[in-house]
């Protein structure tokens, strides 16, 4: 049985391969003339980016890009050195204060960035080696943080090289100390600024570069409010103050100008706020937390299943965020099926289970899980998932005993549970049968796809079925419907490619069953257009590259799979606002940029400046706004997809070019298409 250290990343240190000797040292090869070209390409052709300069050029290496998500990834790097050092057990608050201009402050009351020369750069102090040098930090030697979240060594760095200006005061030892920066490079020296009394940490306010990542981008209250607050449940040690300017709150009461986090609960209350009123399967949650001795690692997590709602995984390490998932996750799910198969077996249950996959048990399940574990690994420097592997055989170590216990210990929610499990198995199976779902009817309630909010009204004539671009977009969509009439079923991030994809690959995608379930009308020689479960189905995607290559693969998905349902005038394209113009009490949406200044030269014509907000996605829209603009019969524009016969056949081919599994294709279709690419039609 492994040990506690082995399960937390601990273990015998590995032995280095010794050094080979230097190869001698080779003459340069004589230059070869008459290659074209050649003598134009020399050693002085070859860049070389020294300090922060790479970051600058290429933002998207180190934060993803340079959209809204990214420029919130800089205060995610800032909250997180804090958030380190109160996990160390050396900071008991955090400070978060937003300003007009989008000056964002963080405090901690830690250890304070060190100021002494460093030993390798003696004529500069370690806080500006640390701001202005990557991969610099206190998080290589295991010596100084026991788990941290940044361990590339290249956040707060890349936050200076991003922003116009960067201020950091310093406390430790009584002493104040001083610097600041400008898009990365120091503007002043390190000062000594007087001696403190009663403080001690580090302050960083920095403004990020609209050079870097426009003018019209900005921070948003709401966001940063619920990224502080979830920080504060991941540490129940740990209490965050949030200020915010209350001139920036005006569009959202939901944000409070100042607010205390503070939940000792950690997970278990997290979870219940996000279940607040919901029906769950058992009365109380799944939850608890294991910590190796010394607070070298951890596994905490809180798990509840949901009667009639949509579940959800959220995960997270050492305190990051983890949206893609990962190893911690594949843990989690491992546990909790084998932990309830081995309960099944010890009831004498064991054949109601033995169809039972974690998507089964998944489904309506809403978790948490929280793993601190050192020196984690994970996918791009934005952490969205993580990839060590021993996180899956801590976090299913830890989580089997429990469930095992909880689940023994809880016989009566134990049943509701398996009882729950099994009847999403047999439903499942049942679909797969039949390959069909029927439209609910008033003696028997059935489970649609678990992510559908469906429609009450029971005519296909007057019904339509929004598919939505993510669950954040898709909660939003849920909130502007009309309930009667409009069905909302969010898919998560880009479908499969069926026009490359093999057969199996696509009996297996779930997101596509789920579509098809949803539909009711089968596909391909056994489509049923009469069995259409609504008259309109509506593809709904942001207005950005990726939202139009999501609605293209959907389209490729109708087109190969439903072809009769386009010929019939069914399928749509929803046609969301772009910007946002306001002028006093006037407001008008523009759907691109033509139709922005036709608005601002006809509609706009009084006195008073136009106020310009620009959407970055249909979940960064108010629900009243996405009805207003998208969903509303009366007032939205929607694009009817259609196929004129005599085009059947060019379109089939097109579709095979751009959409197949020949890339030798598409390449060809860019380059007979290079010369109509036009900068601007690029700038989106």
């Not at 026009?499 to 391909?524: E, F, I, M, P, Y």
């Not at 349902?565 to 006037?586: D, N």
């Not at 523009?590 to 106020?611: I, P, Y």
Request: proline share 5%; glycine share 10%; hydrophobic share 40%.
């Amino acid at each position: 049985m492994a040990s506690n250290d082995d399960l937390f990343g601990g273990g015998a240190a590995r032995k280095l391969p010794l050094a080979k000797a230097p190869a001698p040292a080779r003459k340069a090869p004589e230059p070869v003339h008459g290659t074209p070209g050649e003598a134009g390409y020399t050693a002085s052709s070859i860049e070389v980016l020294e300090g922060l300069e790479p970051v600058r050029r290429r933002p998207g290496m180190y934060i993803g890009g340079t959209d809204e998500a990214a420029l919130h990834h800089l205060f995610a790097e800032v909250l997180d050195n804090s958030m380190d050092e109160a996990v160390a057990g050396h900071a008991t608050w955090i400070e978060v204060v937003l300003e007009p201009d989008d000056w964002l402050t963080v405090t901690d009351n830690g250890r304070g960035i060190p100021i002494d020369p460093h030993p390798k750069f003696p004529k500069k102090s370690a806080l500006e080696v640390i701001m202005t040098t990557l991969h610099a930090g206190g998080k290589f030697d295991s010596g100084a943080y026991q788990t941290s979240g940044g361990l590339h060594g290249v956040g707060v760095s890349v936050v200076n090289a991003l922003s116009a200006r960067l201020d950091v005061e310093v406390a430790r030892g009584q002493q104040l100390y001083a610097q600041s920066f400008e898009r990365g490079a120091p503007v002043t020296k390190l000062k000594e600024m007087g001696r403190v009394h009663n403080r001690r940490g580090t302050r960083l306010r920095f403004q990020p570069d609209p050079q870097i990542f426009g003018a019209g981008a900005h921070f948003k209250p709401a966001r940063l409010f619920r990224m502080a607050r979830s920080k504060a449940y991941l540490f129940g040690g740990v209490e965050i103050r949030w200020k915010c300017d209350p001139s920036l709150l005006k569009e959202d009461s939901s944000v409070l100008p100042e607010a205390v986090f503070r939940f000792p609960g950690g997970l278990r209350d997290y979870l219940a706020s996000d279940i607040e009123g919901k029906d769950t399967v058992a009365e109380s949650a799944f939850f608890g937390k294991v910590e190796k001795p010394g607070g070298h690692g951890s596994v905490e997590w809180a798990v509840s299943w949901l009667s009639d709602d949509d579940g959800f995984v959220h995960s997270y390490c050492n305190t990051i965020p983890t949206p893609d998932g990962g190893t911690h996750e594949a843990g989690l799910r491992i546990a909790l099926l084998r932990a309830l198969k081995d309960h099944a077996e010890r009831i004498g249950q064991t054949k109601r289970v033995a169809s039972v996959t974690t998507d089964d048990l998944m489904s309506g399940c809403a978790a948490l899980i929280s793993v601190f574990i050192r020196e984690p690994e994970f996918q791009g420097q934005n952490k969205g998932r993580l990839m060590s592997s021993e996180a899956t055989r801590v976090v299913d170590s830890v989580l089997r005993d429990a469930f095992d216990h909880w689940l023994a210990g809880s016989p009566t929610q134990a049943g509701k549970l398996l009882d729950f499990v099994v009847e999403r198995c047999e439903e499942r199976l049942r679909r797969k049968a039949e390959k069909d779902v029927a439209r609910k009817t008033p003696g028997r309630k059935l489970r649609l796809p678990g992510k559908l909010a469906d429609c009450s009204s029971n005519s296909p004539e007057t019904t339509e079925l929004f598919i939505v671009e993510g669950d954040s977009a898709g909660g939003s969509a849920k909130q502007a419907r009309d309930r009667a009439t409009q069905a909302i079923l969010p898919l998560r991030g880009k479908i499969l490619n069926v026009a490359s994809a093999t057969r199996d690959k696509l009996a297996s995608n779930q997101q596509l069953n789920d579509l098809v379930q949803a539909l009711g009308a089968g596909t391909g020689a056994q489509f049923r257009e009469n069995d259409l479960r609504y008259g309109k189905i509506i593809v709904m995607t942001d207005a950005d590259v990726d939202g139009a290559h999501i609605a293209s693969l959907l389209i490729t998905f109708f087109w190969r799979q439903m072809p009769k349902m386009i010929e019939g005038g069914r399928l749509y394209l929803a046609v969301p606002p772009l910007y946002k113009l306001t002028q006093g009490a006037k407001t008008a949406y523009a759907r691109d940029d033509a139709h922005r200044a036709e608005l601002m030269k006809a509609f706009f014509t009084g006195k008073g400046k136009v106020e310009v907000s620009r959407f970055k996605g249909l979940g960064e829209m108010l629900p009243a706004q996405l009805k207003e603009t998208t969903m509303h019969p009366g007032k939205r524009t929607l694009l009817r997809v259609a196929v004129l016969p005599e085009d059947r056949e060019a379109t089939a081919d097109s579709v095979e070019r751009l959409m197949g599994n020949k890339p030798e294709a598409r390449f060809a279709f860019i380059q007979e298409r290079a010369k109509f690419a036009t900068t601007e039609a690029l700038d989106i």
